[in-house]
């Protein structure tokens, strides 16, 4: 298990626009746990019409609601949604013995929204980007409309049923199973940076923070 593998839940906090004097800007998120948050992403973005560059942070990010009004502000294309499958069977069907069946939920081509961010888009991510962000991410991964730095993800999606055992422990089981769009597989596997960046012991305790500063230079 690598350093950092596993990391204790953090609180939800909303998101945090920081702007520079040069035409780029940073929106952090760190959560999509509240509908608010997504408001609040939605209102920075409405805010930077005129920026030519926005890196958006989702490093730590683990996921919440998936963000689909603010995923149309930003893609400028068309794009895929994931294909998916889920049982469709019952006790009483596997009682008597039937064949297993899957229903398939195949992948859909929507057209962007109008009004959309038109700047160029860079998306930070880590080990720790899961559950509602990589669905979040997917489709940009997918038609090229940003690039994307950091570590792979966390491959943990396929909106689980959500079980609260006591004492601490929490159990989820996936129902339904996501795949790319191609039919590759996904969970476990994460969605792969454009730009490998894995953060090390030396960056962790840095003050500075060397993938952002990369994301930097890749905004000139």
Known sequence: MRRGEYALPRPPTAPALE??????SILR???FDADAFEDAAIGFVDQLQEDKVLILDLRGNGGGNTPLRLLTKLVDRPYRTWAATTPR???LNIAKGYAHEDLAIPSETRDAATGHFGGRLIILVDRETASAAEDFLMPFKDNGRA???GETT???SGQPFYKDLGYGMRLWVSAKRQTFPNGNQFEGIGITPDIAF???RDHVTSENDALLALAMTLAD
């Open 19 to 24: 702007r520079f004097s040069s035409p780029v």
């Open 29 to 31: 998120i760190p959560s």
């Open 89 to 91: 069977h019952t006790g």
């Open 147 to 149: 690039t994307i730095a």
């Open 154 to 156: 966390a491959g943990s």
């Open 198 to 200: 894995e953060m090390k």
